[in-house]
């Protein structure tokens, strides 16, 4: 689980919201972590297993313990294994490795890791959870989820800035979801009322994530029509040049 940047182990300029971990925290956790990654380093072990570890740690968290309605030690699992976000980026650094595979598969195994989140929710709802609507609402989650990525990327892809984050992006997902599933699973403990906060978070991730997505098309579309016309405008341009110079060069002659 890693950062979306060119290559793993150089600054990255955040593109997850700026939210909680990306920021402050992050830095914060990062420096704590230091010693843990140079020991790792020591023992020879490389930033993409830590990586791939962290990836199935948090998948394990979410698709052993959420489908059985245990939220709140589910929260805890996959917590402790999101800290391998910032320790894989952090041995590549020290390592100084700068690395496009690095990059590739944290993002690909994020994807991953969002799946499972959001795939724990959608068998807890289709099972002993018995509702649903919530489960309509935590598939549409882990699909606006995986769409917005792609839009970004896709937009990247063909030349074009995508010059916006939007309302929720991967990091805010992330936080409301686990925050309220850690919370809700305090339910178990005797905390009346609490379990309602999944349900209000997953309609809340539902409807930031129809908003950005919205948002991440419309900009797409618009950098999309200001490239084409820049295009035609040069080209034209580059047409009058050579229609003066050939104008130019029969007045010569």
Known sequence: MGQPVASRGQTATPTLGKAMLNKY???????????????LIRRGVSPDTVTLIGTAGVVAGALVFYPMGEFFWGTVVITLFVFSDLVDGNMARQLGRSSRWGAFLD???????DGAIFGGFILWYAGGGDDLVLCAVSIFCLASGQVVSYTKARGESIGLPVA???????????VISLVAAGLAGLHA?????IQYLLPVALWIVAVGSLVTLIQR?????????EAEAEEAAAAQDNEGKQQN???????AT
């Open 25 to 39: 925290a992050r830095a914060f956790f990062t420096r704590v972590l230091t010693p843990f990654a140079a020991f």
């Open 107 to 113: 993002s690909t195994l994020d994807r991953v890791a």
């Open 164 to 174: 916006v984050n939007g309302l929720v992006e991967r990091a805010e997902r992330l």
């Open 189 to 193: 403990f005797g905390v009346p009322g």
């Open 217 to 225: 098309v419309v900009t797409v579309r618009r950098e999309s029509a």
């Open 245 to 251: 110079a050939s104008h130019g060069s029969e007045a």
